[in-house]
């Protein structure tokens, strides 16, 4: 049994958290909402963020960040991209001995356009840590609260880090992969989201499978273009933290980056739909921050650059639609021919 404190209480922390505590690990959620750690303590649920799910009674939720990460052994990280860089500062300050780090946020920042790796090692110090592991892949919190079959994977630059996050979460429900392509498992899990809001919208504006299907497909392209760019192995955007992750996120309902798509292709204004939201959609920041590496690495991504125009320059959903369509001919595999 080993002590591991969970940054971030929203659903997927708590979701995470429930994994943990079935293994019979001692589970901290930290949260800064005192009224979130009363209800998760007193009435073992998160109504807003997990409701379907029971918290079990050995998860104790805190406030105090000091408190909830002293003598733990692993700290999973899993607050959304935009706070990344705050939750390391304070954990720099709590944290006083060294720990397995883990995260499992998908997102690219836009302002330093880092991986969310990439800031933790810039916040926080070396001797905390010894490499970051990423934990992606499709992985819905509302199943994963259930206990349904779920598969991710655990990346980081040193395998034995990667093992031990594996060890501590795998169990019947939750099949944990090691991967050792840091960049790729993290990149894969983070544009899925732009392509996920590309699916919604298509749905919303009305078009059918065949355009679904082309946008998985077709993001997969240009995820797999840029990812190669960045470093990233072109295998791991066919295994579960990229085709997997893809296929979960454009087609479920559950998944927050589609249904703020549906609404944004039925006309809804962005403003509008991140309020209706009330959680996080991490594919608004991530398409910007895609959209300048793609310029940056001289990258063709047509289907990111439309969201781009639909999110931030208020074109019409339709019109990016027409635009995609119209593009000059190309080969299939251009472009992808040299990095397969
Ligand atoms: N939900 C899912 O199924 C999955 C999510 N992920 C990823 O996990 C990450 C987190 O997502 P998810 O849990 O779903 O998001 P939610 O929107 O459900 O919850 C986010 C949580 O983070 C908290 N938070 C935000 N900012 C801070 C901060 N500065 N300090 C402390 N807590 C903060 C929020 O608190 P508050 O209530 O105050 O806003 C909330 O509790 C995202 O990157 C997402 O892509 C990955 C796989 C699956
Ligand atoms: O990453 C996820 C599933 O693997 C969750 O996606 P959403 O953030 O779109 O809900």
Known sequence: MASVAVLGAGSWGTALSIVLADNQHDVRLWTHRKEQADEINTNNKNERYLKDATIPSSITAYTDLTEAVKDVTAVVLVVPTKAIREVCQQLKEALSNKVTLIHATKGIDPDSLKRVSEMIDEELPDKLYEDVVVLSGPSHAEEVGLRQPTTVTVSSATMSEAEKAQDLFINEHFRVYTNPDVIGVELGGALKNI????????????????????????????IARLGSSMGAKPLTFAGLTGVGDLIVTCTSP??????AGHMLGKGQPLEEVLEHMGMVVEGVRTTNAAYQLSKQQQVEMPITAGIEEILFNHAHPKDVVDQLMTRGRRHEMEDLSNIL
């Open 254 to 259: 559950h998944s927050r980056n589609y249904r």
């Open 195 to 222: 392509i996920a809001l590309g699916a919604g919208i298509s749905d919303g504006l009305g078009y059918g499978d065949n355009a679904k299907s082309a946008l998985i497909t077709r993001g997969l392209a240009e």
